[in-house]
């Protein structure tokens, strides 16, 4: 056990001390009712914490690990790596988690109330909310393949049953397709890792990069297998069909996760899995997922464009904001890939804001979800609108929120890419993808104007703003989002050093 | 320079931003007052760096911000501020005009609802155009130039709930626009501007790996590096241009000002007449010395930013004054020639760039951007007390309003005469001087656009000020006497601000020679000069400063003359003279749609991606891949179980023949094993 941390074993009880909080909220629950809501906040809070006071030794040290003994026959440890790139994830991830706890607590008594649920419900959402953070944040920090792929299902289980459960329309067919298509994504995944072992001996991800010598050309059928599950995830163009459902169906507060902090994982894994120890390989795949980015961060700004209901919209949106991530990440150089990493934060936090948004309007207006029906809010809910404009210029990359550090840092490493190969393609590729950056205001000022702005729509006289537990997760995300646009060191700091060893 | 003036400048008016929210929870009083005060504090900032400006003085100061850059081998990028005579200049009159328009504020937005934002978003904006002017480098800049862009959608907009009496346009079938569209399409067109803009830093970046214009001026490798690669140095120009032209409205990008008007005339006075539309003319002018050692290095591939940058500004100076000699909308008239007398600013930059010595046309952009600033306040202020009063957005809905509106006749009268370049006004001087640098430049061609365009500028502007002012009330004017609205002069304290301007610009205009040479000393430190190699023009027979002198007063009467005979004398109908001829109504009616290029823009931009979009969610989204994944593919899975769950019968005699078949099937297949 090696940790440098002034809190022992403080990775461990990241995951951990919510893990056990899992059983508890449920006995807890079913006494307690929606108030157990505040016991689910005590560990997030913590975890939150913890991460918290690990930047310092991330920062100073560049990593903090952790290993457990695990299955010592098969030589397999239970390890967790801190460092410049999965910390920013992990706190953005458990940050997430706890604000929209908050959010949570009264938006979804309103939608068991509907459903006509008793105190089991709340306990099954609360366990349920505690464990999928618990897989989202494990898959972040794991270090050997069979831990991260542990992880990796165990965020689809139960974010799985809250979709179906507490979710909107055909919720339990949704679920079933979701399901599907994530487990469909992580078994590829799986074929990929399983065809490591026997070549490396070994499930470290600090090991893969031996594949690549020794076997090349499996070193490529394997980073396909795992790029292709890692973008089945990221729901890019073309395998993208089940997010727009899940994540509009799903209940407010959980697209709210699901869909800048999960789907982002994939990026995140390209990372770790296959840009580290493939970079080569994957270097070679650049150019494809070049066009491929685009063709995403168009495709789904467009049809943003043509969509009616605000929760759908907002997937369209998550699918090109993955576009972006992927951009980044094609264009293999230090700049671009921070900018990714930076760029899942950005969009996590924005998106947050307006899937909390959309939930508002839900619970305000007794569900309506069409945009068609909504105008002229501002007036009614002036911190709601505020909320909605400040989360569409932060995935604009207007300044000085932290998407526009984010997306310069992104778009710059891009052009960088595209000069120092002298590939005009990819400066076609840069030049279109800035540009469609103008698509993405373009869809986001135009929601928050049908939605806003105008005239009163009928029937919403009696719209306002929601009570405070819904409106201090809202304050807490713009603060941040905010803070990191003026001082992005914060993220960058950990950040650059870290992504630069693992690039050749 | 008082401690920590370039860090207070912009600091206090967003704190100023902040704190007047908190003053608004006691009294409203206390609001402006916070806010008019921590606009005031910034224009005591600025002024305290004049000395500075006096001497030339260039102080660099620096904070850290990003460092980790450094550890790709990129220069760190730090949080600088540059306070050199560009930046000075600019702070100056970017708060002293801000404070004057603040202080109107009070009067002219007296009594409406939501004066917390209003504040808020005035502040805020003086705080990021005082960041951008006194940013070293483009990241940091750019926060400034989008938070501008930001400020400026939010109070175009500050109207959001689009009430009838807030859109401008018309009359029908003229499209009107309510002000929440007005806001997102400036944000959106200008936005485009700054997608070009960012790639052309960004190319920059990547072969200086740095972001600082010091450290961009102070090393000419890159640009070497950039020369390498042709055609790279003219992608960079233009692609650069696009920010600029973005935020200036320039063509291509010049729509979205006319529509700016929906918000409160304050607004358009301060954010889309005299200061942030300046934002890409500083822009252009904190790069020039840049680009221009380089082109007279010999990297001529510079010229075509030079070259493009003076035609499209010429260009545009023509095409808005065409556009504002038919408008009906007394801000959009103004609204036009601030497009039109900005094309001016970017001429004389181009030509600047296009001369070895540079500071001719350099000073004379920044002079004549001093004295449109001021006299071009004062103008929107006056026609948002006329506004005011006559509760009207049309010239056609006023007149005869000099007896009842002496002040802001005068005022009026003095700033556009000075707009029309009437002498010895400030606006004489300063355009004076641009069409002195294009003679000595021996561009004629640019310069007989420029003298075009001014003789418009003047029609224009007497065609404004005897409609408004002069001849008999309109219809509306005497519908609102009989209901009892009487017209009166606006109070002091609206006044008072565009008093002053007005007065500023007699100033200006009194010491205008005086003031470009001193001027031209302070910039003539901060460009290289060249040593250009070209043989020397022969010196002209007339010397430039008579000869523009001459021609733009025979302009000045080629366009006062018909406006004095149509509107004072009233020898001819205008509207008759018009319909009688084919040539002049088809011309007419081309500048009254805009060129077409506004409508054109909705066509392509607008309507048909939007329609794009839901025609591809329509036809590929929906009919083909939701489809293939949700209904073809579940289709021949049950297609395929629907097959196979006719072997399960459940009759055991079946089974039997199946296990039987089975084992028989799996000894064949070990025989066949082992004989390998």
């Known amino acids: 056990m090696s940790s440098l941390n002034p809190i022992p074993s403080s990775l461990l009880q990241v995951l951990l001390v919510p893990a056990v909080f899992v059983p508890l909220v449920y006995l807890l629950g079913r006494r307690m009712g929606k108030n157990v809501g505040y016991v689910a906040l005590i560990p997030l809070a913590y975890a939150t914490a913890l991460l918290a006071f690990s930047a310092p030794s991330v920062l100073s040290q560049g990593r903090v690990t952790e290993e457990y003994l695990w299955a010592p026959i098969a030589g397999l440890n239970f390890g967790f790596l801190l460092d410049g790139i999965s910390l920013p994830l992990a706190l953005t991830i458990v940050f997430l988690c706890l604000v929209t706890t908050l959010f949570s607590m009264p938006y979804i008594e309103h939608k068991i109330n509907e459903q006509g649920g008793d105190n089991t419900a709340y306990s099954i959402y609360f366990s349920m909310y505690l464990l999928y953070t618990v897989g989202m944040v494990g898959t972040v920090l794991a270090t050997n393949l069979v831990e991260f792929y542990l992880f990796y299902e165990l965020m689809l289980i139960p974010s799985w049953l809250l979709l179906s459960t507490f979710g909107y329309g055909q919720k339990e067919r949704i679920g079933i397709m979701y399901f599907l298509w994530t487990h469909i994504g992580a078994l590829s995944v799986l074929a990929g890792i399983l065809a490591i072992f026997p070549v490396v001996g070994s499930f470290e991800i600090a090991d893969m990069h031996i594949l690549a010598s020794a076997n090349p050309q499996l070193a490529a059928w394997v980073s396909a297998a795992l790029l292709l599950g890692f973008l089945v995830k990221m729901a890019v163009f073309g395998i993208h069909v089940w997010l727009p459902y899940a994540h509009a169906e799903a209940p407010t507060p959980i697209s709210a996760l699901l869909s800048p902090a999960m789907i982002g994982l994939g990026a995140y894994a390209i990372v770790r899995l296959v840009i580290t120890p493939f970079g080569g390989v994957f270097n070679s795949f650049s150019d494809i997922l070049f066009i491929w980015a685009l063709v995403t961060m168009v495709y789904g700004g467009l049809m943003a464009l043509a969509q009616d209901d605000i929760k759908r919209l907002l997937a369209y949106s998550s699918i090109s904001q993955m576009g972006y991530l992927l951009l980044g990440l094609a264009s293999f150089t230090s700049l671009g890939i921070s900018g990714s990493i930076f760029h899942y934060v950005s969009h996590g936090l924005s998106k947050c804001i307006l899937f909390s948004v959309a939930g508002i309007i839900i619970y305000r207006t007794h569900g309506v979800r069409s945009i068609g029906k909504l105008g002229g809010l501002a007036k009614k809910m002036p911190l709601t609108a505020l909320a909605a404009l400040i989360g569409f210029l932060g995935i604009a990359g207007v300044p000085p929120l932290s998407g526009f550090q984010s997306e310069w840092l992104l778009f710059s490493g891009v052009v960088a890419s595209a000069m120092t190969t002298g590939s005009v393609l990819r400066l076609i590729v840069a030049i279109s993808a800035i540009f469609s950056s103008v698509l993405t205001a373009g869809y986001g000022l135009w929601t928050v104007r049908r939605i806003f702005f105008g005239p009163l729509a009928d029937h919403m006289e009696e719209a306002k703003d929601p009570p405070v537990l819904m409106m201090v997760p809202l304050i807490l995300l713009m603060v941040v989002a905010l803070i990191l646009g003026i001082y992005p060191a914060l993220v960058t700091d950990v950040l650059i050093p870290t992504i630069r060893t693992v690039l050749p | ?676």
């Not at chain 2, 003036?5 to 967003?14: E, I, K, N, R, T």
């Not at chain 2, 402006?32 to 005060?37: R, W």
């Not at chain 2, 400020?151 to 003229?174: K, M, N, Q």
């Not at chain 2, 355009?431 to 656009?449: M, P, R, T």
Request: charge should be neutral; glycine fraction near 8%.
């Open chain 2, 1 to 676: 320079m008082l401690p920590y003036a370039p860090w207070l400048v912009w600091f206090l008016p967003l704190a100023g931003a902040l704190i007047s929210i908190v003053a608004s929870k006691f009294s409203s009083k206390l609001r402006d007052g916070v806010a008019l005060a921590f606009s005031f504090a910034a224009v005591v900032m600025a002024v305290s760096m004049i000395p500075e400006l006096l001497l030339g003085i260039t102080i660099h100061e620096e904070a850290k911000w990003l460092p980790s850059l450094s550890a790709l081998g990129l220069s760190e990028l730090r949080f600088g501020l540059l306070v050199d005579p560009l930046s000075i200049f600019m702070a100056n009159v970017v708060s002293i005009i801000s404070f004057a328009v603040m202080v109107y504020s009070i009067g002219y937005m007296k009594g409406e609802s939501g004066l917390t934002r209003y504040w808020f978003l005035m502040n805020f904006f003086i705080a990021n155009m005082l960041l951008l002017v006194m940013s070293d480098n483009f990241i940091q800049l750019l926060i400034g130039w989008e938070g501008v862009g930001l400020c400026s959608y939010a109070l175009i907009g500050f109207w959001y709930s689009d009430e009838r009496e807030h859109w401008v346009g018309g009359p029908a079938p003229t499209p009107a626009y309510p002000p929440s569209h007005c806001g997102m399409k400036a944000f959106i067109i200008t936005r485009v501007g700054d997608a070009a803009l960012l790639v052309a830093i960004f190319i920059i970046y990547v072969y200086s790996k740095t972001f600082s214009f010091t450290e961009l001026q102070g090393s000419t490798q890159w640009i070497s590096a950039l020369g390498n690669t042709p055609g790279l140095i003219t992608l960079v120009s233009l692609l650069f241009l696009g920010g600029p032209f973005g935020k200036s409205a320039q063509f291509p990008f010049h729509e979205w000002l006319p529509e700016a008007m929906a918000g409160p005339t304050s607004v358009s006075a301060l954010i889309h007449a005299a200061t942030m539309v300046n934002a890409g003319v500083y822009l252009i002018a904190r790069v020039f010395p840049i680009f221009h050692t380089a082109y007279w290095l010999g990297y001529t591939e510079f010229m075509n930013f030079f070259v493009v940058l003076a035609w499209v500004g010429a260009f545009t100076a023509i095409m808005a004054a065409t556009q504002a000699i038919v408008a009906l909308e007394l801000k959009k008239i103004l609204a036009y020639s601030t497009i039109s007398q900005i094309g001016y600013m970017m001429l004389a930059l181009g030509i600047a760039g296009l001369t070895a010595e540079g500071v001719e046309g350099y000073v004379s952009s920044i002079f004549h951007l001093l004295s449109h600033a001021v006299f071009k306040a004062s103008l929107f202020l006056a026609a948002g007390a006329i506004i005011h009063a006559t509760h009207s957005i049309y010239v056609t809905d006023t007149g005869g309003l000099r007896g009842k509106m002496q002040k802001t006749f005068w005022f009026m009268l003095i700033t556009a005469l000075s707009l029309s370049g009437v002498p010895p006004l400030s606006g004489f001087w300063s355009k004076d001087a641009i069409l002195v640098s294009a003679i000595e430049a021996g561009q004629y061609g640019l310069l007989a656009v420029a003298l075009a365009t001014s003789a418009m500028t003047f029609f224009y502007t007497l065609r404004m000020i005897f409609r408004t002012f002069l001849g008999e009330p309109s219809l509306h004017l005497k519908e609102m006497e009989r209901e009892g609205h009487h017209v009166h002069e606006s109070p002091k304290i609206m006044w008072i601000p565009y008093g002053a301007l007005a007065l500023g610009t007699i100033v200006i205009g009194l010491s205008g020679p005086f003031l470009e040479d001193h001027l031209k000393d302070i910039f003539s430190k901060l460009l290289v000069t060249v040593e250009s190699s070209g043989s020397i023009i022969a010196s002209p027979i007339i010397p430039p400063f008579y000869l523009a002198l001459s021609l733009s007063l025979a302009m000045l009467m080629i366009g006062g003359i018909p406006a004095y005979l149509l509107y004072v004398r009233r020898r001819a109908d205008s509207q008759g003279i018009v319909d009688k001829n084919p040539l002049l109504k088809n011309l007419s009616s081309f500048f009254w749609n805009r060129w077409h290029i506004n409508s054109l823009y909705y066509r392509l931009f607008v309507n048909n991606v939007i329609a794009f979009g839901r025609k591809t969610y329509d036809a590929l989204e929906t009919r083909v891949i939701d489809r293939a994944f949700n209904i073809i593919l579940p289709g021949l899975m049950i297609g395929l179980y629907n097959r196979f769950k006719r072997l399960q019968t459940g009759v055991l005699s079946y089974n039997m023949v199946a296990v039987v078949l089975a084992l028989l099937f799996i000894i064949l297949m070990l025989m066949n094993f082992g004989r390998f």
